[in-house]
């Protein structure tokens, strides 16, 4: 089975605070992504990343970074979190066959 | 643009009800494959079906039954004698398989409530 791994499920930080979500993969997938999910917005992405070394900007990328140096691992970054961040964050991974996306158990993050 | 809709926020049945849930897809290109994916409380998204255009056949899984229209721009699933456990929020998605980079599109999603 496919698995994605997303290292917290549950944060609170400050406002300010520098904050890192972690996701890793074990199915040596090229590409990864991060979502956020808000109510009655759906799944938004923020970056992705097809490869190691490799990211481009989603549909909000703003008060945000990514990290790819090794191909299992994607890393979100908030450099300086704000309460408007305050959401679900969601990683995936894709069958570059396929399509299809697999998800990580989801990290809810509250900034205070 | 790649749009898809789910216009029903929130649903709710009553145990053993059958219930739709309407997809609503836009899109220019001819290649394309449709999801839907379910998330239960626990907040993992899961895979349910993957269907590419070229193949409008409808498909039953069980309970579960999809309904794939091209004129109507239409991808709808329905859950027969729904069940407890089939509370949860389902989405719709949509992705290109002819770009560079093979975004997934997703719809708002809708919370399907069963009550015993």
């Known amino acids: 089975d496919v698995k994605v791994t997303q290292s917290s499920r549950y944060l609170v930080k400050r406002t300010g605070e520098k904050v890192f979500l972690e996701c890793v993969q074990d199915?040596?997938?090229?590409?990864m992504f991060w979502y956020r999910q808000d109510p009655g917005l759906g799944l938004r992405l923020i970056y992705f990343?097809?490869?190691?070394?490799?990211?481009e900007k989603g549909d909000i990328p703003e008060g945000y970074s990514v990290s790819r140096e090794k191909k299992e691992r994607f890393s979100l970054i908030l450099e300086s979190a704000s309460t408007n961040q305050t959401s679900m964050y969601l990683c995936?991974?894709?069958?570059?066959?396929?399509?299809?996306?697999?998800f990580g158990e989801g990290s809810r993050l509250t900034v205070l | 643009a790649q749009k898809v809709t789910q216009a029903q926020t929130e649903i709710s049945v009553v145990e053993k009800e059958d219930v739709t849930l309407d997809c609503v897809y836009e899109?220019?290109?001819?290649?394309?494959?449709l999801f839907w994916y379910k998330q239960p409380p626990s907040g993992e998204l899961v895979f349910l079906i993957r269907?590419?255009?070229?193949?409008?056949q409808n498909e039953i899984s069980g309970r579960y039954s999809w309904n794939f229209q091209k004129s109507t721009s239409s991808f709808n699933f329905t859950i027969t004698a729904s069940q407890v456990v089939d509370s949860a929020v389902y989405f719709c998605?949509?992705?290109?398989?002819?770009?560079?980079?093979?975004?997934?599109?997703f719809g708002t999603g809708t919370r399907l409530l069963v009550s015993p």
């Open positions: 995936a991974d894709r069958d570059r066959f396929t399509g299809e996306l697999f």
């Open positions: 199915m040596d997938h090229e590409n």
């Open positions: 990343s097809y490869d190691v070394k490799m990211k």
């Open positions: 899109t220019r290109d001819t290649t394309y494959y």
């Open positions: 269907r590419n255009s070229f193949d409008e």
């Open positions: 998605a949509l992705i290109l398989m002819n770009t560079g980079f093979q975004k997934l599109v």
